[in-house]
């Protein structure tokens, strides 16, 4: 019931930092972007060696990290085809079980060392979100480029993948005349998706900066 109560603070005050931010950036001069990022089953994707060693720096009791590890390791799955056959037992070599209260705490102390970007950035759990405001579109780009750079970086030392067609950039201002113009971001030699409308920890947000409940 404690860590179901922690998880549901963590993600209620992340929402509330991200919307302070959406209406400091409201200015007729500021040019705010962002980008919206996926990650390819990231749950499932959780290297376990690696999720050892960020506990192990975090508990300073070594039986508690591997009474965790004991959770999350002993599993194991089949596939039955529509024909009733069944495959043989496999266990799963990584990953941390999808819809437990534990699985979005292990995902957040596994990214807990996200590295530093030039701007703002939000993470709860596997949504992750970076942010920029400047006076110029190409500066808002550039920037959020170099940081998609820093970030892929990091992804990849850890295991985790990038969906490149479910990452989408997004911009937020009330200046109609650019109302058709869209970010290009690039990330690994390609210009991610542009969005008029994302949705983040539940909450869809469009470029005026209205937001819906979902």
Not at 19 to 28: C, D, S, W
Not at 127 to 134: G, R, S
């Amino acid at each position: 019931m404690l860590i179901f109560y922690m998880v549901r603070l963590v993600s209620k005050q992340e929402l509330l930092t991200s919307g302070n931010t959406f209406k400091a950036v409201n200015q007729p001069s500021k040019k705010p972007g962002a980008v919206f990022v996926d990650l390819t089953a990231a749950y499932d994707t959780v290297w376990r060696r690696g999720l050892t060693c960020k506990l192990l720096r975090l508990l300073p009791e070594k039986h508690m990290v591997h009474m965790i590890m004991e959770m999350v390791s002993n599993r194991s799955f089949t596939l039955t085809t529509r024909i009733g056959q069944r495959s043989r037992l496999r266990r799963l070599k990584n990953g941390v079980p999808q819809g437990s209260a534990l699985a979005p705490l292990l995902f957040n102390t596994y990214i807990s060392d996200l590295p530093v970007t030039i701007f703002r950035k939000y993470a709860y759990a596997d949504d992750l979100a970076i942010m920029h405001t400047d006076g110029d579109w190409l500066a808002v780009e550039g920037a959020l480029s170099k940081d998609m750079a820093t970030l892929g970086e990091y992804l990849q030392t850890w295991k985790l993948k990038l969906s490149t067609t479910k990452t989408v950039s997004a911009d937020f201002h009330l200046n109609n005349k650019e109302a058709k113009r869209e970010l290009k971001v690039n990330f690994n030699n390609e210009t991610l998706p542009f969005c008029s409308e994302t949705k983040y920890l539940g909450v869809t947000l469009g470029r005026s900066h209205h937001a819906s409940h979902s």
